[in-house]
Structure formats: structure tokens, C-alpha cells
């Protein structure tokens, strides 16, 4: 019933919610080099402020700054909600069809970095409050919110004000609202993450470049860090470091169970033609293909660089090489544990002179389907989109659930409002106006949903 | 006698034949992306005619010019004399210590892209015709020099150009000056260059980039380049694509025997101390390690990018990865024959995705030892400098001496006026004051011993 109050208000003043959420995609947040994140932080505290919350902005040293908002309400239960404001990095830049700040509407579409990954799922978690406030409307359960300003760089610090800030961040279950909807429209509910162990692998073989007629002499960093990638993971994806899979808990029967009731040949397919691939890595199909991505630890290079890249023809030896490598883990793999198996590797195999700097840990999550916060996501969900929503036993992704799962007790669901195929983390990321408005019902219901139980 | 006239000359003028060189080192000239191409050839030409030479500049389609020069003399000898005006591309520019165009002159080092490789050497002839004319003197032979302006990009129109104008080029021998000073300065001369087959290889595996938690399904372009690199070259530099050594012909009985007259410890020391290199590649030393730089074909990395290489932190599962490679050949490896070897061989280890595109040919050049030019730049170089010459039979490096050897059917000397480990083709290349008249009188030097023979 206060959600048809509130559907009847956004079809008044969607259009200013619309407004204010381009306002927060014209402002960049790049946390990988700090771009503009204390201007984002500002702009979000000032709308939340505005929508009726109690706001502080929490910063631990030079961490990018949290910002901790609560509304207080008659129920006994409480809910804590997070979200993350800053955005990935937007290049390659000639790719978009607008650039990744301004916010362009075209075709339907709002084109922005961040548009789907997060500042819309932020933006509709302030939205739904702002509601009940201008309808007056108590709301239904105490809510917490927390944004941070680092998930897209592995959420650093997150860890440190999760524990400053413990008996502050007390509540009864969470849900992160950092997701969205399927390739037919369905919303996606996680009930765990993937870790991440990021490594930058770095070989110097010489103090400058030199001319490559001296290659028969010189070492190449190049190959050498290509031999040391090779000793690493079979061309299959399988990752060849001793123990690497020891601590491998999933999937349980419980993760299968759900497993098969997803629609994965829409996901598969969608997956397919969006990224024109005709097969998928060893031509796996079908529900194999789904309990890959959702339970398979991967070793991926988001980053190789070395020696001249330019147009046309140089000659040279380069002095250096480097690759990012991106590791995601499943529950229960330790990326602390594991950096220290990746490092062994590198020396057994005489890799000594390959350096390697760590620049991420994230411990994977679980949270087992059959908690109450999962069933109120599903609820509100259905209510929502009037579709069945697809829940996973675990993401593709990764973040910092193991926060709210291992440092708070809570259970915990990931879900959001962003479009179908949104481009994140890529070239012309995208929302619509219909996502975002949705999503502020969405953010609504569950808060609802969650109070009936 | 004329030497000493020379040398007296240069006492006095030196000082602006130094400016003169600046002048050109601020031109910029990198052919690699057509920057400052025709503004360094005409400034060349306008010093040249200064210098008494007839010039034409030569033009093929919208190859760079070539600046041809004669001068005439009442000698029986015609001596073709080869050199290049175009340089590398600088980068990267943040380890210049001071900008590459600008010729700064610090410790006693003029800092600048080409002041080595090859400008200095370039100017070297013009103004040792210019001594020779501001003297009065007639030249000792008949000259023609050929400056190319493609030649860091292999040279890829010089085979036209020789074609077009084989009947103007006839001469007797040829002197190409594009080398310089060994570690003890002492002049090299090398009787033959190696042959270069430059290809960028690039992988393709999604229509745009993707978030990196879809590695367990959609392949890794710079993975897929890692796994076809390491099926092209074993760790201790072999090529493991069939056939690739059948046709080596190098190095033979009378290479061995120069070989052996060379100083290679002071070679070898002077490159592990220059580059902060401990140990060669695979540990080899000595003559061996001689050997390998003057006869071992190799397979470099020049350039390796893909997905994400700035600061910090992104999960980004790149659309493409592409490598640049350079093989260099020996005699008588033949590049176009090896270009279908290599795709063969990607084809058959299963990487028929993998595009490859030729971006350089050079065939590999051989001159006898016993050929009259080597007695004439050998005794010229002992003359000028005082030291024993280092007679290469063979060069590390490549270049189009095949199109005078094979295609002219001269014999033909690599040398030139480079100060020793002159940074070619790396940051902070330099040349010095010294370096460069001495080079003046080598190159006039040359023609006298040449034409007493």
C-alpha cells in the first residue's frame, strides 16, 4: 500500500530524482587514481541530508571517506544497506559514444561510468527514503547505509572502519545494493561473493632500454614475465600453483540446488551476443558453463605493458615489463595465505627477480540460502519487477561481503537496479530512467518486505 | 698530408660545424610516425649544396625522401656512401634528463635522439666534403652519398628507390656510416648486417572489454598471445618454429678467424656495466657470447600491451592484446620465406585467430674480409683514432646492406663516429664535440685511403 503512494509520487517528481542522480554522474569518482572523490562524497551527503537521513562522513587516516547515514523508525528491526560511490577508471576513452562524465541521454539511455555500477543504486537507496519523507511515511524498518569510496580498487580500508566503527554498524541482516538485472529483466540476488587477490607482477632486466640487435645477450623482461605467466595457469584457466585449491568449499549441495533454478541459457546467450564470442574458454555449455562462473577461482590479466607500443616499427630491448593480474577466489580460499603460495611458485620455478607487489585482498563470502533476508529480497523483488528473480549461490564478482558475513555475523544479500548488459566496467556503461525509478521501489520494498518477517 | 690541412681546419670551424649539428639534432625526423620527416631533409640538402655537393632529393610515391649528393673528382674511384636521417621515436620521454629535440650540452655530452644513431654521422660527410672544398682541395674520389630517411623503420622503400636509380648508384665499393666507437673507442667495422623480419601479432577474443568476473567463461586475449609467444621461443632464445635455422649460412671459416682478433671482453664487460647487467642470457660468456651477438638469430619482444597499465587497481578483462616482435637474421635467412614459416606454425599449434602483420623485411648481408674497401676503412680508422680497429664480420644489428651487397652487387663496410654505448635507441642518446670532428676526419680519411689503393 506505501509502495503504490510511493509509485504515484515517482511518476510526479521522477523526473527531479532523474536529475539529481545525473548530477552525481557528472562528477567523477575515480577512486584507482582519486579523482574527485571528496566532491562525489559531498554531493551524496548533502542529497542524503535532504532526504531525511542523519549523515556522517567517516575518515580513517587518508582513506577515501565513508559516509554513514541512519533513519530511525518504530520497528525493532534494523537494516543495514551498503552501496560504493566512486567509479572505475574510464578509459579507453575513444570508445564511448559520449564522454564518461557528462551524463548524455541518448536512446533511452543515461551513458555514464557509474551510471549502472553504482551511483544509480546509491542514488536509489536516497531516493526511497526522500520518498517516505515527502509522503510523510514512517519508515518501515531502522535503516543504516553505509557508502564507501574504494570498492572499485578492492575496498582497502574498508576493513579498518568496519572494525572502528563495529557497535555503530550493529543491525540484523544486510543487504548490499551493488547489483542489477538480468538479460530479461529479472533481478539478480547473490547470496556470496567471489575474493580477489590483485597482483601487479613486475621484471626489470636491465637499468635502460637498450637497442634489441643485443637480445642474443640481454634478457627480455617481457619473455621472461611470458614464462613466468605460462608456469601459472593452463591454457583451460586452471591455475597451476601448488594448493591454490585446498581450501575450495563450494558449491555445496545447497549452492546446486539453486543452481538449477536459474535460467542460465538466457544468461549464457546474452552473454554470448553481447560480447560476440561464438564459444565459450574450453567450449564449455549449458549449466557447466554457469557453475564455472560462479564457482571457478580465476587468474585474469587485466594489464600487460612493456617496451613500445606506439604505431609502427621500434626496436627495442625494453628494461622492464609488468601484468596486473586479477585472481577472484571462491569460499573458503584466503588471498593472504594464497599470495604467499604465488610467491613460493615464482621462486621454485626461478622466478626470484620477479617482484610482486600486491595491491588487493578480498576474502570470498557466503551466506546460506535459507535466511530470512533472502527471502525478503526475493519478495520485494517479485513485487517489484513481477518477474521470479534468478538467485545465485554466489557472484561472479567480487567485494567486500566478507565484511558483513565474517566481521558482522550478518547475513547478506547483494542485489541492485542496474539495466541488463550495462556495460560496467566497460566502454558506454549505461542506466535508464525506468532502472533507476524501479530501483528506488526496489530499495523501498525490500526495506517493507524485511519488516513483515 | 691533406688530413693534417683538415684537422688544422677544424681547430678553427669546428666550433660551427658543432652548431650546424645541433641544428639538425633539434629537427626531429622520427619516421616511425612521419614527424619532421621533410623539414630535416631540406635542411640536410640547403647544408650539403653549402658543402659543395650537386643534390637531388629523390621522391617515390609518398615514401620519405631520399637526399641524393655527388661530387666529382678527377679519381678513377667512385665511392657510395650510404647514411640516415631519420631517428627512433623518443619515448619514454620522462627518463630524457633533458628534452630529445632540444641538444642540450651537459657534461660534456650532446643529448639528443639521433645525435648518435645517426645524425652525427650524417653531418660527419657532409662537412668532411665541406673541408675539403673550404680548402681548395679536390676530393680523393668521386663521391655519392645516399641519405635515407625510413631507415629506423627498416627501410622499407629503400629497395625502390635502389631499383629506380641502380644505374646512377654504380660505384666501386660502398661505406655505410652508421656505427661508431667500441667501449675503448676504437672504430668498429662491421662486413655485414643482420636481416629483420618485424611483426606485430594481435588477439582479438570479445567485441568490447568485459568486467574481469567473466575470465571463467570469455578467453583472455593477452593470455591466448602468452600461450602462442611461448610456443615461438624457448627460454635460452632458440625459435622453435620449423625450418628457421635451415638457411643459416653464418658463421663460416673467415668469420671465425675476425672473430677471434676482436676484444671481446672489453665488449662484453663494457655491456654488463652499462646495462647493470650481471650475467648474460642462459649464463653464456666470453667468445661464445660473442659469437651469439654476432650470429644468433633472435625473436625480441619490442612492444606488449593490453587491458588496463595505468596506476592502481582495475579488473578488466581486455577485448584485445597485440605484441610487437623483432627477429633478426642471419646470413642467408630469408625473411619472406620465415614470415610463411611463422604463420604456419601458428596454425598448426592452434592459433589461426591470432592475426599477424608484417611491418618489416631486411635480408641479411655478407662482405668478404678480404674485399679492398675493409683494407681501406681498417687503415683509415687506425690512422684517425690511433687504435686498432674491432673488424665485426658480422653486425648485431640490422639494416638495407643487402641492398648494396646482393642488389648492387658492391662490397660494402659498415662504420662511423658514434661515441662508445651512445644510448642508440634509449633515452639520453648523445654524441660529443670530440666524437663528431673526429668523425669529420674519418670520413676523410676513407676517401684518401680508398683511393690509394
Keep these: ?17 532523474v536529475e ?13 587514481r582519486g579523482e574527485g572523490i571528496d566532491a562525489c562524497a559531498h554531493m551524496l551527503r548533502d542529497f542524503m541530508k535532504n532526504a531525511g537521513f542523519s549523515v556522517e562522513m567517516w575518515k580513517v587516516g587518508d582513506a577515501n571517506p565513508v559516509i554513514y547515514g541512519e533513519v530511525r523508525s518504530s520497528s525493532p528491526k534494523t537494516l543495514l544497506m551498503y552501496g560504493h560511490y566512486d567509479v572505475q577508471p574510464p578509459e579507453p ?36 527514503v526522500e520518498s517516505y519523507s515527502r509522503l510523510g511515511f514512517d519508515l518501515p524498518v531502522n535503516l543504516k547505509v553505509l557508502f564507501e569510496g574504494e570498492e572499485e580498487i578492492g ?5 579498518r572502519y568496519i572494525e572502528m566503527y563495529r557497535s555503530r554498524l550493529k543491525a540484523d541482516a544486510a543487504v548490499c545494493f551493488d547489483g542489477g538485472l538480468d538479460p530479461k529483466g529479472r533481478p539478480e540476488l547473490w547470496l556470496g561473493l567471489k575474493g580477489m587477490l590483485y597482483v601487479e ?3 626489470k632486466t636491465a637499468s635502460v632500454d637498450a637497442h634489441s640487435s643485443l637480445a ?23 591455475i597451476l600453483v601448488d594448493g591454490w585449491y585446498d581450501d575450495v568449499r563450494v558449491p555445496m549441495e545447497e549452492d546446486i540446488k539453486l543452481v538449477e533454478g536459474i535460467d542460465y541459457e538466457t544468461l549464457l546467450t546474452g552473454l554470448k551476443k553481447h560480447f560476440k564470442v561464438d564459444r565459450f574458454l574450453s567450449g564449455v555449455e549449458g549449466i557447466d558453463a554457469l557453475k564455472k562462473l560462479l564457482f571457478q577461482p580465476t ?48 621462486k621454485a620455478k626461478g622466478f626470484e627477480d ?100
Tied chains: 1, 2.
Aim: hydrophobic share 40%.
Design 354 to 453: 620477479i617482484e610482486v607487489e600486491a595491491l588487493n585482498f578480498l576474502e570470498p563470502s557466503k551466506t546460506p540460502p535459507s535466511a530470512p533476508i533472502v527471502g525478503a529480497v526475493a519478495s520485494a523483488a517479485s513485487e517489484v519487477y513481477g518477474l521470479k528473480p534468478q538467485i545465485y549461490p554466489n557472484s561472479p564478482g567480487s567485494g567486500p561481503d566478507y565484511l558483513f558475513t565474517k566481521r558482522l555475523g550478518l547475513n547478506s544479500v547483494w542485489t541492485g537496479c542496474a539495466p541488463p548488459l550495462s556495460n560496467a566496467h566497460a566502454p558506454n556503461e549505461y542506466t535508464t530512467r525506468e532502472s533507476f525509478l524501479k530501483g528506488v521501489l526496489f530499495a523501498s520494498s525490500i526495506m517493507e518486505c524485511y519488516s513483515r518477517l
Design 299 to 346: 587468474c585474469n590479466i587485466a594489464g600487460f605493458n612493456s617496451g613500445y607500443t606506439g604505431l609502427g616499427v621500434k626496436t627495442v630491448l625494453p628494461k622492464e615489463a609488468y601484468v596486473k593480474l586479477d585472481f577472484r577466489l571462491v569460499y573458503d580460499q584466503n588471498p593472504y595465505r594464497l599470495l604467499e603460495n604465488l610467491k613460493k611458485h615464482l
Design 93 to 128: 576513452l575513444e570508445e564511448w559514444t559520449s564522454p564518461p562524465f557528462e551524463a548524455v541521454e541518448s536512446d533511452g539511455r543515461i551513458i555514464a561510468r557509474g551510471a549502472a555500477d553504482s551511483k544509480s543504486n546509491v542514488m536509489a537507496i536516497i531516493k526511497a
Design 1 to 17: 500500500m506505501k509502495l503504490a503512494e510511493i509509485e504515484k509520487l515517482l511518476s510526479k517528481v521522477g523526473g527531479d530524482y
Design 216 to 238: 642474443p645477450l640481454i634478457d627480455n623482461p617481457a619473455w621472461r614475465l611470458i614464462q613466468a605467466l605460462f608456469s601459472l595457469r593452463s591454457p583451460d584457466g586452471s
Design 201 to 203: 607482477l613486475r621484471c
Design 155 to 159: 575496498s582497502p580500508n574498508l576493513p
Design 20 to 32: 539529481d542522480l545525473k548530477a552525481v554522474l557528472k562528477q567523477p569518482s575515480i577512486s584507482a
